[in-house]
Each structure stands twice: as C-alpha cells, then as structure tokens.
C-alpha cells in the first residue's frame, strides 16, 4: 500500500491539474471582454449555427423526404407563430415522427 506522502501528492497533482483545466478558459478569454469581435459573434453566430445545422441535417435527406420537408415546415410555422423553442422543437419533432411513421413508411 502507498505511504500518505505519495497518497498526498496525487491528491495534490490532481486537484492542480483540475483547477487549473477550469480556470484557463477564463484566463484566455479575459482579454477578449473588451474586443469588438465578441459582441459581433454573439449577434452573429446564433443564425449562423442554426443555418448549418439546418444543412448538415437536410444534406442526407433524399429527394423525396415528405416528411422531413413537412416537419421543417411545421418547426419554422410553429416557431414564427409562437416564438417559443421548445414548442417548436417539440412540434416539429412529432410531425415528423407521425409522418415518418404512419404516412411515409415505405
């Protein structure tokens, strides 16, 4: 069995090592704060990332997916209609899931 000394140390090493890991993200992103480009990002990148989401997940869809195309439908109208995510998330999901599993099924 390990002497406490060597117990100690790991115990040490370890908790180095883990503050460490959470802190740097905050120590590299302190001199951005005041950076133009964040603010600009963070108007940006939200439509930016749901549009290529929104290609990575049609790109395999093939040519005649009903279903997927009536679903996308549904997310977008539920989504202008209610402003609520979750609803259209939700929404869009199930349309999907009942057309895919009960209209489209070939």
Do not use: Q
Not at 23 to 49: D, I, N, Q, T, W
Request: aromatic share 6%; glycine share 6%; no cysteine.
């Amino acid at each position: 069995m390990p002497d406490a000394a060597y117990l100690t140390s790991v115990v040490a090493i370890a908790a180095a090592v883990t503050w460490t890991l959470r802190a740097l993200p905050f120590a590299l992103l302190a001199p951005l704060r005041a950076s133009k480009v964040v603010p600009y990002l963070a108007a940006s990148m939200p439509a930016g990332v749901m549009a290529i989401l929104v290609i990575h997940t049609l790109r395999d869809v093939p040519p005649y997916g009903a279903a997927v195309g009536i679903a996308l439908a549904a997310t977008v109208a539920l989504h202008v209609w209610r402003r609520n995510v979750v609803l259209s998330i939700a929404g869009g999901t199930a349309v999907h899931v009942v057309l895919a599993s009960l209209v489209f099924t070939g």
